[in-house]
């Protein structure tokens, strides 16, 4: 029997998001597997046994022990961020606030306790504790998901977004005010730099290396300079549960959906460019349009449009089965224009037999086929027409549908992904 201490940096149940949801699907990999897990997770507070017992009964295995780790004070992490990430620039941002020296002293007791097989690390912000822990007899996996240097330069690109992201939810007002403000150019120019360091450093010292793109894979290795002999990093396409086609008589016959976080920078950029550049045109030549949009975190800037078109946006804010609004609609749009990695999102529309309409921002790292798979526009004269053309042809529709359906069959089986993540953890020998 193995042992694996995995470490997350947030409990990712119930799912709110994509990072959630490929968390969930890893530790469900587990399943059936002789080991002994040991999860750990940081957050604002600790989760109540129920919701511990729920995320185990959905992934099907009993943990040996959950340990919960509190982010650090607001000191603290002012104290990290100023002498670690601006003067001695030798840890990002990401990476000050979720370092704690307790936190550090805890893991290095529970690994001489446990001596596990395989230690799982989830992205900079946890992969920091191992960065310096060295024992032969213990594999050492860094899961970046995305190359996130990449993201702070489309932020730059697009800085009137919040660039703390998800995260602002965990600090004060006032900090989230100063840093979107005077210093945001200044911090996202710093972060970028650091992260890229950091990402680099941290794939020097881990086993393995795991990122959701084959694109970003390979640019991994280019950084690493072990493009043709570095056999750490491996890409790993996320699962999608597949479906049959649904009925399409249910459907609103002219109806549009998006999906996500709409706190998060490049959702929020999305919507704002798709509501001032595509979304009057569409009501214009087809007045009885319904736009409906899934997810919670909408901005005051995000909810006026529902008060623009009262008949036509629907917010749903977060709900437990976002399929029940997907399934009503004839068309997702996914207008994409900055950020990294695989798109949950559009895997999970083409996985309902959906036609996508997307950027090529949006369609990254897929091996989709533009015109059979999905639709990729950039421009928005082009994404209206596409998204026109479905909506006013079924056969098209089912055609794209269909065809999305089957490549998420080929590409994102659970089974073989699962075999491909055992692998890379040297647990189906």
């Known amino acids: 029997m193995k042992t694996i201490l995995f470490l997350a940096s947030r409990f990712p149940y119930p799912v709110t998001n994509g990072r959630d949801k490929t968390l969930v699907e890893y530790l469900s990999f587990f399943k059936g597997q002789d080991v002994n897990l040991i999860f750990c997770y940081f ?20 943990f040996q022990e959950v340990i919960f780790f509190p982010l650090p004070k607001l000191k603290n992490v002012i104290g990290s961020v100023v002498l670690r990430s601006f003067l001695l620039q ?23 306790y446990y001596k596990p097989d395989v230690i799982f690390c989830d992205m900079l912000r946890t992969a920091q504790y191992f960065s310096n822990y060295q024992d032969s007899n213990t594999l050492k996996i860094f899961d970046m998901d995305d190359i996130l240097s990449a993201r702070y330069k489309y932020l730059l690109q ?5 660039i703390l992201g998800n995260f602002s939810n965990n600090l004060p007002k006032f900090i989230n005010t100063l840093a979107n403000s005077v210093l945001k150019k200044l911090i996202l120019n710093l972060e970028a730099k650091l992260v890229k360091k950091r990402e680099i450093i941290l794939a020097n010292t881990f086993d393995k290396v795991i990122l959701v793109s084959p694109i970003e894979a390979d640019k991994l290795n280019h950084y690493l300079d072990c493009a043709h002999k570095c056999k750490k990093v491996h890409a790993l396409y996320p699962s999608v549960n597949v479906r049959s086609l649904p009925d399409t008589s249910v459907k609103d016959q002219y109806s549009i959906s998006f999906m996500g976080l709409l706190n998060v920078p490049h959702n929020q950029y999305a919507l704002i460019k798709f509501f001032e550049e595509i979304f009057p045109n569409l009501v214009s030549r087809i007045p009885q349009i319904k736009f409906y949009i899934i997810g919670g975190g909408a901005s005051r800037e995000l909810l006026q449009y529902e008060k623009v078109y009262p008949n036509n946006v629907v917010f749903t804010g977060y709900v437990d089965d976002y399929t029940v609004y997907l399934l009503k609609t004839k068309v997702f ?9 695989i798109k949950l999102k559009i895997l999970d529309a083409m996985s309902l037999g959906l036609p996508v309409v997307t950027t ?14 999905i639709f990729i526009r950039d421009d928005s004269i082009s994404f209206i027409n596409a998204v026109i053309d ?6 098209l529709a089912n055609e794209i549908g269909s065809n999305a359906l089957n490549y998420v069959r080929k590409h994102h089986d659970y089974n073989k992904l699962r075999e491909q993540f055992l692998g890379i953890l040297e647990l189906n020998r």
């Open 333 to 341: 749009v996914a207008p994409i224009y900055f950020g990294t990695g």
């Open 90 to 112: 030798n840890i990002s941002m990401q990476e000050s606030l979720y370092y704690s020296q307790k936190v550090q002293a805890e893991l290095e007791n529970l690994t001489k």
């Open 390 to 395: 479905l909506l006013n042809s079924e056969r």
């Open 158 to 162: 697009h800085s009137d977004n919040n």
């Open 43 to 62: 957050g604002k507070e600790r989760v109540e046994s129920k919701q511990i017992n729920s995320l185990q009964e959905h992934i099907g295995i009993n």
């Open 360 to 373: 090529k921002i949006g369609a990254e790292g897929l091996m989709v086929r533009n015109n059979i798979d």
